[in-house]
């Protein structure tokens, strides 16, 4: 508090922040009661909370901290597979590890702990590799974590691990979203929670990075990014503070990753491709690199465009007797790409640039004065 | 023993001439823009698909080969002038994401075409006859790949060490701005680079896909990466380094996929133990092995950052 006070800034952009993302939570819990819990809103809203944890996290490597690391599939892997391992069922270990002899796991444990887990081992993990590869610079360190990415994929498949992993089988059973609903005796559900919980987790998460990044160890971070050298010449230990926000940004990426498990209710490693390390990327570069806000809203935005809004493109439509030419599966995400590429080259700050949301509040007059 | 690891090897040998071809591309391009062409794989996939397409339209093969080498040059040339060239001047990581945009765009776009289905790639006669070497019975193309990826190498080499282009070439790979003072016209060396390397990503793609028939909008994302780390392997920049890189990565994945047979046969494990899992994950280890042990590579030069 004493920071915003001495900063002289007025103090009612933060509290309009507040009182938007209060609102934008109401709301969807509003919704969730009144709308057709089959409604497209909220897988789109589902998938975008979880989009948008991952891809702030990233943003903490790539626009925080300067760092152009490519392993968050990987990462992501490993938290979907800690979960959904600790999660399952004890009754329905037979049936999913049925080619295991019901698996080497004999035991659960709820739903927040696992969460807590995932996080963990995404960071654990991140630890061990972030010794040897947060020497590299910047290419080589983009290709290195992707790498490392397409090596946990594989160990994640390799049969002899299957009593843990399931081999190349998927992992399912395991809790998702839909369990946060609150049902009665007779099994309807009385409160609809299940778009509101993983806002709630989603929201914890980037509240703490967001605190991460107002902290020294952010503006350490930031210090990295502008000038490595300079940064080391004003004290900060480089290889200290690298590594954390590694460790840091994959725990999240982890939890990231138990969502994603959550919200498709199966895990198979093979869908982790560094594909989706692209995606997020992409989420990251629209939304504006260095932009918490604009990471959530792109993330928003993608899977909104991506699963709904460009979906008509992929069905044959008719203007009158007229019939729309080239629509046909897969011109959707043609035309997305398209839109990506231009964002890329001639709107390189993306939708936010480096600003967040409390400095949308603020008027343009004091910008000139800052 | 010979008999079950020398299928093995030759494939190995095969492939490595193929990821050769690529990964030539990518150390050209880095050694002088200093990118990682994300887009390059599937530069090598699109070319199979055009080949694919050609063949499909009932053109004479003989006519369609070079057509789809000339296509293949003029879509890397048309990729460098449309999404790197307005990024010359931005950090290389807008350069770099700029690659991926370009990547995801070509895989979409192939994806709509095809409509993601794996399609059949012509068979080329001669090069796809059976033939029988030292007991391992192969397709003609895994014998020739080698030789001709070593003819092409050496064009290349002569290339950059005696013609007026290559010296070109070579001075902007030293030094971008000192070379555009001297009076070199880089856009157009960046532009010869890149239609170098796409022609011979064209020629790496009729061999592999002749080897493994079908084509489909992924194809090219694993053997462009495992050229990129062939080349990071024989120390970027350069080709000589780049194509041993290539052929020692393809001989290490091809025994790691046998491995399980190997050793078996070999007594010395009692059950498969599903190794050929790791022939992928291999490439990648290594990768990092040698970025950590010697980040220039086998045969790269020592830079050090300037303040």
């Known amino acids: 508090m004493k920071q915003f006070v001495s900063d002289r800034k007025s103090r009612t952009p933060a509290i309009l922040s507040f009182a938007v993302i209060a609102l934008f939570y109401v709301l969807v819990f509003i919704a969730e009661q009144h709308l057709p819990s089959t409604s497209m809103l909220f897988t789109v809203l589902k998938k975008g909370a979880t989009y948008a944890l991952v891809a702030v996290s990233m943003n903490l490597l790539n626009g925080f901290t300067g760092i152009f690391s490519l392993g968050q599939a990987g990462f992501m892997l490993i938290g979907a597979y800690t979960y959904a391992i600790f999660t399952i069922p004890l009754d329905q270990r037979a049936a999913v590890y049925q ?5 080497a796991v004999q035991f659960s444990v709820p739903v927040p702990v696992a969460l807590i887990f995932a996080g963990l081992a995404a960071a654990f993990f991140a630890f061990l590799i972030g010794l040897p590869v947060l020497r590299l610079k910047s290419d080589y360190l983009a290709i290195a974590t992707l790498g490392f990415a397409e090596i946990i994929r594989a160990i994640f498949q390799w049969n002899q691990l299957g009593p843990i992993t399931n081999g190349s089988n998927m992992l399912r059973m395991f809790p998702n979203f839909n369990d946060f609903n609150i049902r009665n005796d007779a099994g309807e559900v009385t409160v609809y929670l299940s778009t509101t919980i993983p806002f709630v987790i989603s929201g914890v998460c980037i509240a703490l990075i967001v605190l991460l990044i107002h902290s020294g160890y952010g503006r350490a971070f930031k210090a990295i990014r502008d000038d490595e050298i300079a940064a080391e010449a004003m004290g900060i230990n480089l290889a200290h503070h690298k590594q954390l926000a590694f460790s840091i940004s994959s725990f999240f990426a982890g939890v990231g990753g138990a969502m994603l498990a959550m919200y498709q209710t199966t895990v198979q490693a093979k869908s982790f491709t560094s594909a989706m390390t692209y995606e997020i990327l992409l989420i990251v570069v629209i939304g504006g690199v260095g932009s918490v806000t604009g990471s959530v809203f792109s993330s928003f935005l993608f899977v909104a465009c991506s699963e709904w809004w460009l979906r008509f493109l992929d069905e044959k439509q008719m203007i009158g007797t007229f019939e729309v030419p080239l629509l046909r599966n897969g011109f959707r995400l043609v035309v997305f790409s398209v839109i990506i590429m231009i964002v890329v080259l001639f709107f390189r700050r993306g939708i936010m640039g480096t600003k967040e949301l409390p400095d949308l509040f603020r008027r343009k007059t004091k910008e000139g004065i800052k | 023993m010979w008999s079950t690891v020398f299928p093995y090897l030759l494939s190995g040998i095969s492939v490595g001439g193929q990821y050769a071809l690529i990964a030539i591309g990518y150390t050209m391009v880095y050694g002088i823009l200093r ?20 063949c499909a339209s009932g053109i004479p093969l003989y006519i369609c080969i070079p057509l789809v080498l000339v296509l293949t040059a003029f879509i890397g040339f048309l990729i460098e002038r449309a999404a790197y060239k307005p990024l010359r001047s ?10 991926i945009g370009v990547s995801y765009t070509l895989q979409n776009l192939v994806l709509y075409i095809t409509g993601g289905l794996n399609q059949i790639y012509p068979t080329i006669p001669w090069i796809s006859n059976s033939v029988t070497i030292l007991g391992a019975t192969t397709k003609m193309v895994t014998v020739i790949t080698p030789f001709l990826t070593i003819f092409l190498v050496f064009v290349l080499v002569f290339l950059i060490n005696r013609t007026k282009i290559g010296m070109a070439m070579r ?40 080897n493994y028939t079908t084509v489909i909008q992924t194809s090219g994302a694993m053997p462009g990466l495992k050229a990129f780390v062939a080349a990071v392997f024989g120390g970027i920049g350069s080709i000589p380094g780049a194509v041993v890189g290539a052929f020692i990565i393809g001989i290490m994945e091809n025994i790691i996929k046998g491995l399980d047979v190997i050793l078996f046969k070999a007594g010395l494990i009692a059950k498969p133990l599903g190794l050929a899992t790791f022939s992928d994950a291999f490439t990648f280890a290594l990768l990092i092995i040698i970025l950590i042990v010697k980040p220039t590579g086998l045969f790269g030069e020592k830079t050090t950052d300037k303040v």
């Open chain 1, 99 to 103: 080619y295991f002899q019901g698996g």
């Open chain 2, 35 to 54: 990118l990682i062409n994300f887009a390059h794989g599937d530069v090598f996939m699109v070319s199979g698909i055009i080949m694919v397409y050609l």
């Open chain 2, 90 to 99: 931005a950090p290389r990581m807008s350069v770099m994401i700029s690659a």
């Open chain 2, 171 to 210: 001075a902007v790979s030293k030094d971008f701005e000192t070379s555009q003072l001297m009076g070199i016209k880089i856009n157009s060396v960046i532009s010869i680079t890149f239609v170098i390397g796409s022609f011979l990503a064209g020629v790496g793609s009729i061999l592999y896909f002749t």
